[in-house]
């Protein structure tokens, strides 16, 4: 009955490769995000649907590539991996509440290290 | 430009002594403001928000709009409160910007 779920929960791969991650919520959440932790812990947003509609995508290089096929998954494909892509990187979801989102709540995370 | 500055990254108690977390924030608008912890291999969770005015595991948080604070308090600390705390600011749409987080530590 896991509420927000990430898959894989590590992927190790080489520079240049291309990879995705997976998300799925079943909250009945109408916007879900993808947020970057780097190596100092820092949480950064990168991009937001709702209802399927890219809301967000901040300053993130277009070798990242978000798929929302429907509102409960958001997928993450990355082109041409860099060393300075690895990280973790955690889905949320929230529900909007009179124009503005809810709690956030996160998947456990997927740590991507680029070799 | 919105922006969260938690200035402390690691902090450090005894079990027993009181905590402050400290949170301040950049907005123009009325903010809405939020802690989130990180427990030991569990997920990032909402911990309280400011519009709640309550009281979470003994934590209370004010927001200060005149010194824009919204510092996290609890008057005695316990070993299970460590963990990364963030502190992070809804933007009015759908953006959430957390600060750079705090790790506590409390030793027993």
């Known amino acids: 009955d896991t509420a927000v779920s990430q898959t894989p929960k590590y992927l190790v791969t080489q520079m240049g490769n291309d990879k995705s991650i997976k998300c799925e919520q079943n909250l009945g959440h109408d916007t879900m995000y993808w947020y970057k932790q780097d190596s100092k812990k820092f949480l950064k947003i990168m991009f937001s649907y709702n209802n399927k509609e890219l809301i967000i995508n901040e300053t993130v290089p277009n070798r990242f590539s978000p798929k929302s096929p429907d509102k409960a998954h958001l997928n993450l494909h990355i082109n041409s991996l860099e060393l300075g892509d690895s990280a973790v990187y955690f889905c949320a979801s929230s529900q909007e509440r009179g124009g503005r989102p809810g709690e956030l709540f996160f998947g456990e995370g997927s740590r991507l290290t680029v070799l | 430009a919105q922006r969260v500055t938690q200035p402390e990254k690691l902090l450090s108690v005894f079990k027993g002594a009181p905590v402050e977390l400290k949170c301040n924030y950049s907005?123009?608008?009325?903010?809405?403001l939020f802690w989130y912890v990180q427990y030991s291999r569990q997920r990032l969770q909402l911990l309280l928000r400011h519009i709640s005015r309550e009281s979470i595991k003994g934590f209370t948080a004010d927001l200060n709009k005149g010194e824009t604070s919204f510092h996290l308090k609890k008057p005695f600390a316990q070993e299970e409160d460590s963990a990364m705390y963030y502190c992070a600011l809804g933007d009015g749409g759908f953006k959430t910007i957390f600060g750079a987080g705090t790790r506590l530590f409390v030793k027993a």
């Open positions: 907005y123009s608008g009325s903010p809405e």
